[in-house]
C-alpha cells in the first residue's frame, strides 16, 4: 500500500507545477494584449513632424579625420584622412595597426550617403565605439572614440 506522506507529496508537486504553468501563460498572454495595444495607440496616434536631425545621425562635410589618441607604432594627435572610407587592421589596409589584439582586416569606416559609418569586419576581438562593442554598422559623430585592442582614435571633421 502507498504512503499517505507520499500520495501528498505528488499531488503537491503536480499543484505546484500547474500553477507555474498557468502563471507563464497569463504573463505570455498579458504581454500579447501589452504589445497588441501599444500597436493600436500608436496607429492612432497622429504622427508629430520631426526635426530633421531627429535621428542623431551627423551629416559629414568633405572631410573626416581619424586622430590617433594612443596606438602601438603611431604619434599620438596623427591624423587620418578618411572622408573616402578606410579599412583598419594589420594587415594590407589603408590604416595598418601594429596592435597584436587587431585582427589583418579588423574595421572599416566608410561614407553612406552623408554620414560615415563604423563597421566591424568579424575580428576575433570586437571594435569599440565610445567604450561599446558594436555589433553591426554604427554611424559616427565628431568626438567618438574607436579602440581596437590597445588602438585609440577619435573621430573628427
Excluded at 498557468?22 to 500608436?42: C, F, H, I, Q, Y
Excluded at 573616402?84 to 594589420?90: F, K, L, Y
Excluded at 595597426?97 to 559609418?117: C, I, K, N, T
Aim: hydrophobic letters at 45%.
Amino acid at each position: 500500500m502507498l504512503d499517505p506522506v507520499s500520495v501528498a507529496l505528488k499531488f503537491g508537486f503536480l499543484a505546484v507545477l500547474y500553477l507555474f504553468l498557468l502563471w507563464v501563460v497569463r504573463s505570455a498572454l498579458k504581454d500579447l494584449r501589452r504589445g497588441a495595444s501599444a500597436e493600436a495607440v500608436a496607429a492612432r496616434a497622429p504622427l508629430e513632424p520631426q526635426a530633421p536631425d531627429a535621428t542623431g545621425i551627423h551629416r559629414v562635410g568633405e572631410h573626416a579625420f581619424l586622430v590617433v589618441e594612443s596606438a602601438p607604432g603611431h604619434q599620438p594627435g596623427s591624423r587620418y584622412e578618411i572622408s573616402g572610407g578606410a579599412t583598419i587592421g594589420r594587415g594590407d589596409v589603408e590604416i595598418v595597426l601594429e596592435d597584436p589584439f587587431a585582427s589583418a582586416r579588423h574595421a572599416r569606416v566608410e561614407r553612406q550617403g552623408g554620414v560615415m559609418v563604423l563597421e566591424d569586419l568579424g575580428s576575433t576581438n570586437g571594435t569599440y565605439l565610445n567604450d561599446e562593442l558594436i555589433s553591426g554598422p554604427q554611424p559616427l559623430h565628431p568626438g567618438d572614440r574607436i579602440r581596437i585592442g590597445d588602438s585609440l582614435f577619435t573621430f573628427m571633421t
